[in-house]
């Protein structure tokens, strides 16, 4: 187990729900990767992320699935790409990432309680 944190630090990280709207290649990606953009909805609008998600999902099946990402990051540089949310996931037992989603549809923007 990671170090325990309070609950007050975990009320700080602002998890969303969001839809892919865009995927593209990453060719500059030292990783396999995605660039991808999410709509969050109307408070915090559409986020890019770089997402190392190559082996589980093809740019086809990744449109229009919803998935929960981290809002309140600092912007990353990723190589030429600004990376404005960081998507979720886990590793499977290769150490390649399966997204976080929900179980059934729920607006854009809602937020992890």
Same mark, same amino acid.
């Given at each position: 187990? +990671?170090?325990?944190?309070?609950?007050?630090? %975990?009320?700080?990280?602002? /998890?969303?729900?969001?839809?892919?709207? +865009? &995927?593209?290649?990453? @060719?500059?990606?030292?990783?396999?990767?995605?660039?991808?953009? &999410?709509? %969050?909805? @109307?408070?915090?609008?559409?986020?890019?992320?770089?997402?190392?998600?190559?082996?589980?999902?093809?740019?086809?099946? /990744?449109?229009?699935?919803?998935?929960?990402?981290?809002?309140?990051? @600092?912007?990353?540089? *990723?190589?030429?790409?600004?990376?404005?949310?960081?998507?979720?996931? %886990?590793?499977?037992?290769?150490?390649?990432? *399966?997204?976080?989603?929900?179980?059934?549809?729920?607006?854009?923007?809602?937020? /992890?309680?």
């Amino acid at each position: 187990m +990671e170090k325990l944190i309070s609950w007050d630090e %975990f009320e700080q990280v602002d /998890l969303r729900v969001g839809t892919i709207l +865009e &995927v593209a290649d990453f @060719p500059k990606a030292k990783r396999p990767a995605y660039q991808i953009l &999410v709509d %969050f909805g @109307p408070e915090i609008g559409t986020r890019k992320s770089s997402a190392q998600i190559t082996k589980h999902y093809s740019k086809e099946e /990744l449109l229009g699935k919803q998935v929960v990402a981290v809002v309140n990051f @600092p912007k990353k540089q *990723i190589a030429n790409f600004m990376s404005e949310c960081l998507v979720t996931g %886990f590793e499977d037992e290769n150490g390649d990432i *399966i997204l976080t989603t929900v179980e059934r549809g729920v607006p854009n923007g809602a937020k /992890l309680k």
